[in-house]
């Protein structure tokens, strides 16, 4: 039996955990997104029926603590043990990106140019879009820098790694894209879908090299 | 790169987490280093070797 704070010597990727982990993740975020749109158009519109709303945000919520629960059920021994002070910074910083990018990934979900959940987008206010734009190119280039100072050298490897993927998938993907749409074959590219790709691209090469 | 780290930790009873504290890397990075995908650069190497009383070439073992 491995010790709770022992990594097996022959691990390798656990590719089922991973897709497991990353479709609670998903199923989260969109619940999240879904319990907001909820919220915001029960303030804006009023609520019909109160118990049907409650009922309905009731199983939202409990989605929302399943998939934390396997989140944690499968990725919590990652982060088992003690560490020094420099790991934990970095592990902090890390919840933190966490926390903007599923704020950011609600706000998509929310206002973006595809309404995932069937109705009509709604516009973006100016002072919630001027917050984002703060928090975006502020807060977190400020924040990425404390965290890349934090990182250990096995860390900005896998980070270097996920960012010489993401720059190939975007120059694969961004010029692809634009060539198909100037020949009619596409529609007009979509920046925040391939942006979307990109980090994505980055995200999973820097989680299985890390993590591997 | 061939190393003797997971050898040299369990003789002193060392988790990897507790290894990794002493390195103030993460405990990924010592599990990495023990299955060879990641080869240490020269300052940690020789923090490593330091924390045994050895010598990098005592721990570590480029020859397949």
Known sequence: MTEPDELPEDAGFDARAAAIAAVAGIVFLFAAGALTGMLAAAFQEGVRSPLKFAGIAALVVAAMLGCLWVLRRRLGGLWAGPVSPRIRRARLLMAFFLVIGAAIGILLSEFGPVDLWGGSARELSPTLAIAVILVWVVVVPIATIAWWRQIDEHEALAYKDGGFFAANAYATIAPAWWFGWRAGLFPAPDQIAIFLVTMSVWGAVWFVRRFN | ?64
């Not at chain 2, 010592?30 to 923090?47: C, M, Q, W, Y």
């Open chain 2, 1 to 64: 790169m061939n190393n003797r780290l997971k050898v040299l930790r369990a003789e002193r009873n060392w988790s990897q987490a507790e290894l990794a504290l002493r390195l103030d890397v993460s405990r990924q990075a010592v599990n990495a280093i023990e299955t060879g995908k990641h080869d240490p650069s020269l300052p940690l190497a020789f923090r490593i070797a330091r924390l045994f009383d050895l010598t990098i070439e005592d721990v570590f073992d480029d020859r397949a």
